[in-house]
């Protein structure tokens, strides 16, 4: 098989490949290895135990984002900061690697007030523009850390992170709801949730407690508490965000089932939302800086 050159989005927790064939993806390979997993020197092995495969012939571009640029990275790539482009600066060569591969790593974005980062995201926000030109608006970015990215003109010219996928599972598997909180979903517990912490975020604290209550005193099904537990959850990063979604063009990227869900949740309040695949965004982010390193090679 003829590998043109590799895509990689290398997380904290997750590694994830693509071989890259003209514009088409001839093959895909993932792992457990991400950046909270790989030692100082335990990268290039890491990625090389992947994609040794497709490495046959003469040295290929391997091109990464995500976490792999962090400080505790492969390399570590320098934020630029915003008002920017996604992708301003060409991605940083990685030294001394495998003959077989040459590789680069994009760099992240940061926010100076107030204080902000991420990685990763800016590369699927590139590959969403790319395919709209003169698209202004609000992209949601949900996972673990939710971004909330205002763009226009092409440009990331702010952005908030939320830890609201991080609570989730901290609550779910460490706080006293995890004796409440199971399998399972709700719908309608879920959308009165988010109304509920829309209407009275103060009220969050309190609101979460009342699961566990409901649970002893009322045998409240698990899934319910499930759907609960989100919808408080997003509900309260609603609030925060209001500014940022209300009555602008939005945007969502990320995976189906959690974009489905705030979609719902934004749908409720009268948004348009627009979804969009996440790791389509990532290939066509990465082929842009892939295009990058080409240019100045």
């Keep these: ?71 505790q990275g492969w390399v570590e790539a320098p934020y630029s900061t915003v008002p920017s482009d996604p992708l301003p600066d060409v991605p940083i060569r990685v030294p001394d690697t495998d003959p077989r591969i040459r590789a680069f790593v994009i760099p992240g974005l940061k926010q100076l007030t107030p204080p902000d980062v991420m990685r990763g995201e800016e590369t699927q926000i590139a590959g969403f523009l790319g395919a709209r030109q003169n698209w202004d608006g609000v992209i949601c970015l949900p996972g673990t850390h939710t971004k909330w990215v205002q763009v226009s003109a092409g440009e990331v010219v702010s952005f908030r992170t ?45 609101r979460l407690f009342g699961l566990r209550a409901a649970d002893l005193l009322q045998g409240e099904d698990k899934g319910t508490a499930r759907a609960r537990l989100s919808g408080l959850l997003i509900g309260a990063e609603l ?22 869900t705030y979609a719902t949740a934004l749908q409720l309040q009268g948004a348009f939302v627009e979804t969009a695949n996440a790791t389509e965004a990532t290939l066509a982010g990465l082929a842009l800086a892939r295009n990058m390193t080409r240019q100045t090679a």
Aim: charged share 20%; hydrophobic share 45%.
């Design 1 to 71: 098989m003829k590998t043109d050159w590799i895509a990689v989005d290398w997380g904290t927790s997750h590694l994830r490949a693509w071989a890259i064939q003209g514009t088409a993806v001839s093959d895909h390979a993932q792992s457990d290895k991400g950046m909270a997993r790989v030692g100082p020197d335990g990268f290039q092995a890491a990625l090389l135990e992947l994609i040794s495969d497709w490495i046959s012939g003469g040295p290929v571009d391997v091109i990464a984002c995500g976490m792999v640029g962090a400080r």
């Design 162 to 206: 939320f830890m609201t996928g991080e609570l989730f599972d901290l609550l779910c598997g460490q706080s006293v709801l995890r004796h409440s909180v199971g399998r399972g979903w709700d719908d309608t517990a879920f959308v009165d949730a988010v109304a509920d912490t829309l209407s009275k975020p103060e009220q969050l604290a309190a």
């Design 239 to 260: 609030a925060a965000t209001r500014p940022y979604w209300l009555g602008q063009q939005l945007a969502i990227i990320g995976a189906e089932g959690v974009s489905q």
